[in-house]
């Protein structure tokens, strides 16, 4: 409530709803407080949704502070000086789109329209906002992009076993005796997960379990934490399976009626025990025996797959060894039980009219997006041997901070002979590089749609403050760059917002389109219970789950172009579950591995510019274990450089048991220049493709250190 003056009466605060745009599985329903046509207040989770249940992660509810932020961009600036110095001067928006339109003219007539390569990803998850420059990229036949940085060994490893990306509706969580949650730090990065886990606790006594690799904020929340080595994971699931298969709490009839080959997979784990995943993984016999008897007398278990445990270069065998193991012992058949990871397949939008698919050319080439340093520095492999990349429209992404091989990315960014232009709300480590950089709006201040992978609803977005008069949306620039590019008229453009969303509402049978949704405030697409939990088949034509998968043959979420064909070293890939050491495992040259994981109060690198989240995460630190420590001569504070092939980062210590001996964690994409010497954690993370269908292994990286001493 607000007060007005002396007279200290209370003045109605106005709610606006919206949609946390940012790229988080939960994609929580937001309620705003609007203090006036450009200022926010308070903003909280919805109430009313039955999955956000009110509850909001500390960054969002903070947004006031990142929409009000004195540092936020808010004019047209073109370099002055060398890329990278900071000089910089004002441009008015219609001479600086202009100078996007002309340079991209000249590359087109130079090399031809593949050299300019529009490259975009999730800084919003809205998609009208995000995904409306694939429009221009289609109309003018410009470079396409695999989306390879994310999603691509979870959804590959989830697809090949089930045959469709949902599960077990995310709210039955609370309905649960048994909650194994795997490989994501949900206290951090999906907090409504915790929401209903904790609820299940209170109500029913529910175990929780949490599987990671280190004791982060998820960790110290659960009965039964089991903390594993980096890229281990499937060599747990197979030792679950063969105890399920030897004590026979295997659902053999679930496995005769749901699944492909029980009798080869049984067969297969027979030398998977406890005591070799033990060797494995770093846990103890007795932990892996007593979550495997947890589970098998526990049949309302629902195993909540994560993303960080697939950011390894074994990470799509690790998540189909993992989903495996929920049908070896019948969890699907019950409410609370099953499996969850994405519900991306539930949602029935159509982006088509939105992306201007209508233009997609399939002769044209696909850049791979987690490659950008080797395609930037004109590797051609990287470049399918086409042009080289002359000029580049950025929006809703971070490369020079968030992309691997971060050295190669920045070369590529300072060449004098690639433009590129940056629509951004703060000066980020890759606008610092850019010829030019254009203002944007954020959430708050336009229309937009969403959907969340990790729950059931549709939300809208609606535009509930004004943004700054300087500030425009990337619908705005996408718009009037086709104006000038001569491509108008194509299908898709012309069109505002909303009505791009009623469109695409109507289309997929929402009758009332933008202003029902309006008035509703989302739609709950979560497919009926039998549906969701592959009672009436899993989604392949024998309507068997696969312990077998067709790692090559198989359809993706995200497989590649044909023409870019499958990624990594596909041999490698097992017939069954299994662990395999595709990894880069720790040798005498490098004895640790490192993990760069997410931090609580950053999102990528985004909130790394609030000062509540910095000050919250402090500074960048290196969590590094009691024994190494002492083996080091190393204690909190001192500067280490850790580094492999692909460079070295300095950075000061903290003495943590929070992870296993040899494994270090860095936690948070801070910007770069937070760093000693001006370069960012992904400096040491790799860019070569992942198996069978690419993605960036984050959080697997073997290194070395060095102490200032020596």
């Not at 903003?43 to 932020?69: F, P, Q, S």
């Not at 968030?402 to 480590?429: A, K, S």
């Not at 535009?463 to 000038?484: G, S, W």
């Not at 790394?608 to 989240?613: I, L, P, Y």
Request: charged content about 20%; glycine content about 10%.
């Amino acid at each position: 409530m607000r007060y007005h003056g002396a007279m200290n009466k209370p003045l109605p605060v106005a709610i606006g709803h919206s949609a946390c745009p940012h790229d988080c599985p939960s994609t929580c329903a937001l309620d705003v407080e609007i203090l006036e046509n450009r200022t926010i207040g308070r903003v909280r989770g919805a109430a009313a949704n039955d999955y956000t249940a009110g509850v909001i992660c500390a960054k969002v509810a903070r947004y006031a502070e990142r929409i009000h932020h004195p540092d936020r961009l808010m004019t047209p600036m073109q370099r002055v000086g060398a890329k990278g110095e900071g000089g910089w001067r004002e441009i008015g928006w219609d001479a600086a789109l202009d100078l996007v339109a002309e340079t991209f003219l000249e590359a087109e007539a130079r090399y031809g329209s593949q050299a300019v390569w529009p490259y975009q990803y999730a800084g919003t998850m809205g998609l009208v906002q995000r995904d409306g420059i694939h429009r221009l990229r289609h109309a003018k036949r410009y470079s396409g992009q695999f989306d390879s940085i994310c999603t691509n060994m979870a959804w590959t490893g989830w697809f090949v076993g089930a045959g469709a990306m949902r599960g077990a509706d995310p709210r039955e969580l609370a309905q649960s005796d048994c909650i194994v949650i795997w490989g994501t730090n949900a206290v951090a990065t999906q907090v409504n997960v915790m929401t209903h886990a904790a609820r299940a606790r209170k109500e029913r006594g529910a175990r929780i379990v949490v599987i990671d690799i280190y004791d982060n904020a998820t960790m110290k929340q659960a009965d039964m934490a089991l903390k594993l080595r980096p890229g281990t994971d499937a060599a747990l699931a197979c030792a679950l399976m063969h105890v399920a298969f030897r004590d026979g709490t295997a659902d053999r009839d679930y496995l005769a009626r749901y699944t492909d080959d029980p009798a080869g997979l049984e067969a297969h784990l027979a030398t998977r025990t406890p005591e070799w995943a033990s060797a494995i993984t770093g846990l103890a016999v007795e932990a892996i025996e007593a979550f495997a008897a947890l589970v098998g007398r526990t049949p309302r278990t629902f195993f909540r797959l994560g993303y960080g445990f697939t950011r390894q270069r074994n990470g799509a065998v690790a998540m189909h060894a993992a989903m495996s193991v929920p049908a070896v012992y019948g969890n699907w058949r019950h409410e609370g039980g099953g499996a969850f990871h994405s519900n991306s397949d539930i949602f029935g939008l159509d982006k088509s009219e939105i992306m201007g698919a209508a233009d997609r050319d399939p002769t044209i080439r696909y850049l791979d997006q987690s490659r950008i340093g080797a395609v930037l520095t004109c590797d051609a492999a990287s470049l399918s041997d086409g042009p080289p990349v002359t000029a580049m429209l950025i929006q809703n992404t971070n490369p020079a901070n968030v992309c691997p091989e971060q050295r190669l990315v920045r070369q590529g960014l300072m060449r004098d002979d690639l433009f590129t232009c940056v629509h951004e709300q703060f000066m980020t480590d890759t606008a610092k590089l850019a010829d030019l950089v254009l203002p944007a709006t954020m959430f708050l201040e336009h229309d937009d749609i969403y959907r969340g992978g990790g729950q059931n609803h549709i939300v809208l977005g609606s535009k509930l403050v004004d943004p700054p008069e300087t500030v425009r949306t990337n619908h705005f620039v996408i718009e009037e760059l086709a104006k000038r590019l001569g491509v108008a008229d194509h299908p898709g453009f012309g069109l505002t917002e909303r009505t791009l969303i009623d469109n695409m509402l109507k289309a997929a049978g929402d009758a009332e389109g933008f202003d029902g949704l309006q008035r509703e405030r989302w739609i709950d697409r979560q497919p009926p219970f039998a549906q969701a939990h592959f009672l009436n088949g899993f989604a392949w034509p024998d309507g068997r789950f696969r312990f077998k998968p067709d790692w090559i043959g198989s359809a993706a979420p995200n497989r590649p172009p044909d023409s870019m064909g499958p990624q990594g070293p596909v041999a490698g890939l097992p017939e069954f579950p299994d662990h395999v050491t595709l990894i880069e495992t720790a040798d005498a040259a490098h004895p640790y591995r490192l993990a760069t994981s997410p931090a609580r109060q950053f999102l990528n690198s985004t909130f790394a510019e609030t000062r509540g989240s910095r000050s919250r995460e402090g500074a960048p630190e290196l969590l590094l274990h009691p024994e190494d420590a002492l083996r080091e001569s190393l204690g909190d504070g001192e500067i280490v450089t850790i580094g492999n092939a692909r460079g070295s980062v300095r950075l000061p210590v903290k003495v943590s048991d929070t992870a296993k001996p040899g494994v270090l964690i860095h936690e948070g994409l801070w910007t770069n220049t937070d760093f000693l010497d001006g370069e960012g954690i992904n400096v040491l993370t790799g860019a070569d493709p992942v198996a069978p269908f690419g993605g960036a292994a984050f959080h697997d990286n073997r290194v070395w250190l060095r102490t200032a001493r020596g």
